[in-house]
């Protein structure tokens, strides 16, 4: 079945270090692949997303690659704060499907 | 402009007891999901519904069940809790806009049987 395997499931950084967060899909028709960004406690939220057409897409900070041959995709964070300390989900869906599939989690830790 | 609403946010359940958790959006959105989370699994989707009046399964539906009487309203329900189903619940929601799009969630809802 369909499947998003993700790695690291714990990262640690020092403030200012990047960040990467590394994600392979199995469904080679999924075309959608949003990253969300559950702080403790709260709800999941979108932080940025990208589609199949394009191989990366930047915002500020974050950044995500996408690779449809190799079916994987990752998030950048660069000029890491402790702010971004949270568990970041990327998750994977199909054009015209119903259901996203996600990623286990990563629980990215920065340190001041 | 509400967004996603659960209620309640916090419960405990005895072994074989029932309970029904809802979800409400104010966004007019045609797709709804129910997702539980549990450490290191991430987010797995129960039951989710395309459109009022219709439900379907997702990868972890068994001991659940689900309605969608209202487009508004998704019901997440536990005929006789187990202590296997301990975890946050979450309920989304999104648009059908025929590509995909953004999914909004809910707060949560943590739930412990005991």
């Known amino acids: 079945g369909e499947n998003v395997e993700q790695h690291p499931s714990t990262l640690s950084v020092q403030e200012g270090d990047s960040a990467v967060i590394k994600c392979t899909y199995s469904?080679?028709?999924?075309?959608?692949f949003p990253w969300y960004k559950q702080e403790l406690g709260k709800r999941p939220q979108l932080i940025i997303d990208i589609r199949s057409n394009v191989g990366e897409k930047k915002d500020q900070r974050i950044a995500v690659t996408l690779n449809k041959t190799a079916k994987h995709f990752s998030l950048h964070i660069t000029e890491t704060q402790p702010e971004d300390s949270a568990v970041y989900f990327c998750a994977a869906s199909r054009g015209g499907g119903f259901k996203t599939i996600f990623g286990a989690g990563t629980r990215l830790f920065v340190k001041a | 402009n509400a967004g996603v609403t659960q209620t309640p946010k916090f419960r405990v359940l005895k072994t074989g007891q029932s309970m029904t958790l809802l979800c409400a959006q104010d966004m007019n959105h045609e797709y709804m999901y129910w997702y539980r989370q549990d450490p290191g699994m991430g987010l797995r989707l129960i039951h989710y519904s395309v459109g009022e009046g219709t439900t379907a399964k997702g990868e972890v539906p068994d001991g659940y069940n689900v309605s969608r009487l209202k487009k508004q309203n998704f019901l997440l329900g536990l005929e006789s809790a187990a202590p296997s189903q301990t975890s946050v619940y979450f309920c989304?929601?999104?648009?059908?806009?025929?590509?995909?799009?953004?999914?909004?969630f809910g707060q949560g809802t943590r739930l412990t049987v005991v």
């Open positions: 469904d080679s028709a999924s075309n959608y």
């Open positions: 989304a929601s999104r648009f059908n806009t025929g590509g995909n799009t953004e999914a909004f």
